[in-house]
């Protein structure tokens, strides 16, 4: 019977309690950690971005809906009820998680407001006198109450969108107006009648621009991409990067023209963070972007007992998290056995330098986008459990070709799921 401990209580941690739980005959109930009052990680909407003193974990903003539907996102034994739109506002994700939490038996095993300070490998014999290693897992709970305990097993289910990533730009002491991650944002209407450049146009960056638009913001989108050609609403003005911020606080871009603004919006992602880990110890680097080495993006090869849950980027999260869950725990199980540490770095190594060799930016190492589908194959295959049906990806790939048209109405379409491998749209 093998103690798991889980970091995290978002829509990893639960789903990864689930399987533990669904395993009786191999793990003892888990032990999961949560450093907020409830279920749901960054699906919690906080108006505040600092409560209490505390830092808010989550990212998300008032009026935010999915921008993948609700077919597409749910764990596959778990849709989401029927009568809801395919793309959903927050609120009915947080909804949904809760009611997994409840359906799965996993609230009595979740210690909330329990923050975890340290998790550490450490050597123990076993009743066999065999030596092997353990984690021994520091928390403190809201009273300040520190426990020290001993785990089999660590699965790291933290997130990764709470620390700000603001990247260097020379001269920005300069800048006069209000610098804002988008991690602090929360509504438009503040902003109505002010300009404001928001730097990134990945999904964050292209939605608040709408919003801004809408409330009456002069948005300029300031981004590296090559210019979007779909229909933008009016209010919406493109560049190129903000390269710097000149003495008189006005901003140059990349083209060299300059321009000034109230409001200089980072829509630029997020860093892993893992204060509780020591990075060396564990024959790991993080970096602001990157997590390595780790194989099949989870396991450090030093140590196979530990597992990163859902730090890939451009996936389709739930399923995704629902196959590395049950690889992890087939590995803890003895149903996987992986390869030797020597054989993962490699692996790890190789496909790094392929990418890097292949043109790919090394902040962008952990993108998967296409190779998703491929990789929860290969997953399920050597785990033993059902594959994701072909039609997630198909209407995945499907919403994906409408948001390029049209970024601003794809989310009024909806759609129903008729078959494992088919999809139709539906008024």
């Avoid at 009052?37 to 809906?65: F, I, Q």
């Avoid at 990764?160 to 438009?188: C, M, N, T, V, W």
Wanted: with cysteine; proline share 7%; charged share 20%.
């Amino acid at each position: 019977m093998l103690r798991v401990a889980v970091v995290g209580a978002g829509a990893a941690g639960l789903c990864a309690a689930k399987h533990i739980l669904s395993s009786p005959s191999s793990f003892a109930p888990p032990v999961v950690f949560e450093a907020t009052g409830g279920v749901g990680g960054t699906w919690c909407y906080m108006e505040h971005v600092h409560e209490d003193g505390r830092p808010v974990y989550s990212s998300m903003y008032r009026d935010l809906k999915t921008n993948l539907p609700k077919e597409v996102m749910m764990f596959p034994d778990f849709p989401f009820a029927s009568y809801l739109s395919s793309f959903l506002s927050h609120q009915e994700v947080l909804r949904y998680l809760e009611s997994y939490c409840q359906s799965h038996g996993v609230q009595p095993h979740i210690r909330f407001n329990t923050l975890v300070e340290q998790v550490k490998p450490v050597v123990v014999t076993t009743e066999g006198q065999e030596e092997k290693t353990a984690w021994e897992v520091t928390s403190s709970d809201a009273s300040g109450r520190r426990s020290m305990e001993t785990f089999d097993a660590v699965l790291v289910c933290s997130g990764h969108y709470s620390d700000p990533h603001i990247p260097e730009l020379p001269g920005i002491e300069h800048f006069k107006g209000q610098l804002l991650h988008s991690h602090s944002y929360r509504y438009a209407e503040p902003f109505s009648g002010q300009s404001v450049v928001v730097l990134g146009a990945k999904a964050s960056g292209l939605d608040i621009s709408i919003e801004l638009a809408k409330a009456g913001a002069r948005v300029t989108l300031s981004h590296g991409n090559p210019r979007f050609t779909f229909p933008l609403p009016a209010g919406i003005q493109q560049a190129s990067s903000v390269v710097a911020v000149e003495d008189d606080g006005s901003l140059r871009f990349q083209d060299g023209s300059l321009g000034r603004a109230n409001v200089l919006m980072f829509c630029t992602g997020y860093n892993f963070r893992y204060p509780f880990l020591d990075a060396a110890q564990l024959g790991l680097e993080v970096e602001d972007h990157l997590v390595t080495p780790l194989y099949r993006f989870m396991v450090p090869p030093a140590f196979p007992s530990l597992f990163f849950i859902g730090i890939c980027k451009i996936i389709c999260p739930f399923p995704n998290f629902n196959c590395q869950v049950q690889f992890a725990l087939a590995v803890l199980d003895g149903s996987v056995t992986l390869p030797s540490r020597t054989q993962m770095e490699d692996e790890v190594r190789e496909d790094l330098h392929r990418k890097l060799d292949g043109g790919v930016q090394r902040r962008h190492l952990l993108k998967m986008d296409q190779n998703q589908w491929q990789y929860c194959e290969e997953l399920a295959r050597s785990a033993g459990f059902p594959p994701l049906p072909p039609v997630v990806r198909s209407l995945y790939e499907e919403v994906w070709r409408q948001r390029q048209i049209h970024p601003e109405n794809y989310r009024k379409l909806n759609y129903r799921l008729v078959s494992d491998t088919e999809w139709e749209a539906v008024d």
